[in-house]
């Protein structure tokens, strides 16, 4: 399964230091999961994640303190009422989706990632939206020219249909260019406290036994943008090594690894260290802190702990697809009518600002 990404993706006034802030929501509709939701939608700012909403529970919930403070009960009402119609869509889509594709069984997902950057030091903006099915590309805009694209025959059909509607695509275009700016400059004005915060790396390295690869674990830190690099005798070194995806904690922090392979004489023979550098902060770890029988669990479950968040769930339920690239997912429909309803919204304590375009339950196949 090919990997597609998001991943990820604020504010005028400076809230953060000069680097690209980012907004997106990722939605996924699976079949076939007995034990896990058919629809579920995950907003994320600057990669922390800060809604949610399943088909479970069906209501959309904060995912951070600072959002459940900074709005009212009608901004929770109108998100739910929107993943509630977007959630009908998305399931239904699966099935036209597997017509398309000549499936009948098994597990297949179907998702969809929009959302929009902005960097507040030079005040370029940029936006994206992907569709995808069962882990693969599916649909993609193209802002620049203004018109969809398809890498699969299944969705040529759509994307002819899409091309030839100018009000959805200048519609699509809005949204991306100036609402999801405005929206994702005031949820970091909402959590700054928060999201400004920086926090260093713990660094680990770990091993299953002396003649397993070394992982170098670097856990806790934020922002998430983050460099591991392992050096022997003070140079370099970049054979067989195997860097890591970058995850995140349920505290909102970040994780990520990389491993490296060599034989326990060419360890005990050369200096090896890890460098993990940081917000202008490096921190170096060349001490294996666990070197356990081969038969004992790896000491990694810190690592897949993790996956006990919503955001992770989904994106596993995925195929792991959203952190790859900048893009995302959307839905599949039999509605032919190319009608569409709102994307999420935004709403200030008191009332209600739309955050959306037009196009959160448009449909893709018809």
Not at 239 to 261: A, C, R, Y
């Amino acid at each position: 399964m090919r990997p597609v990404l998001l991943f990820l993706f604020g504010a005028h006034l400076a809230l953060l230091a000069a680097e690209k802030h980012s907004l997106q929501y990722l939605y996924t509709a699976t079949s076939g999961l007995s034990n896990f939701p058919q629809f579920v939608t995950v907003g994320i700012v600057n990669g922390q994640p800060f809604s949610k909403y399943d088909s479970n529970i069906r209501r959309e919930t904060p995912s951070q303190e600072w959002m459940a403070k900074s709005v009212g009960e009608e901004y929770w009402e109108q998100q739910t009422q929107i993943s509630v119609v977007a959630e009908k869509a998305f399931i239904n889509s699966i099935n036209v989706a597997k017509e398309r594709f000549n499936q009948t069984g098994g597990v297949h997902t179907i998702q969809r990632m929009y959302g929009c950057e902005w960097d507040d030091q030079t005040g370029a903006t940029n936006g994206f939206t992907q569709y995808g099915y069962d882990g693969e590309d599916f649909m993609i805009l193209d802002l620049k020219e203004l018109r969809y694209i398809s890498p699969v025959k299944q969705g040529t059909l759509t994307v002819d249909k899409w091309n030839i509607n100018r009000l959805h695509l200048e519609s699509d275009k809005h949204y991306l260019g100036t609402q999801c700016i405005d929206w994702l400059k005031k949820y970091l004005q909402y959590g700054k406290s928060s999201l400004e915060k920086k926090v260093s790396p713990q660094v680990s390295l770990l091993q299953k036994s002396s003649s397993s690869p070394v992982t170098c674990h670097a856990t806790g830190f934020y922002p998430s943008g983050v460099t591991i690099t392992w050096m022997r005798n003070g140079q370099e070194h970049h054979e067989d090594v195997e860097l890591g995806e970058l995850l995140p904690n349920e505290d909102g922090t970040f994780q990520k690894t990389s491993t490296i392979t060599v034989t326990p004489d060419e360890w005990k023979n050369n200096k090896f260290s890890c460098v993990v550098e940081h917000q202008g902060k490096t921190e170096i770890g060349n001490e294996i802190r666990t070197n356990q029988d081969p038969s004992a669990p790896v000491p990694i479950g810190i690592i897949v702990g993790v996956l006990v968040s919503v955001l992770l769930v989904v994106i596993g339920v995925a195929g792991y697809m959203v952190y790859k690239k900048k893009n995302g997912f959307k839905p599949v429909s039999d509605d032919d009518s190319g009608s569409s309803s709102s994307l999420h919204n935004g709403s200030d304590s008191g009332s209600v600002h739309s955050e959306s375009s037009n196009d959160s339950t448009k449909p893709i196949m018809r």
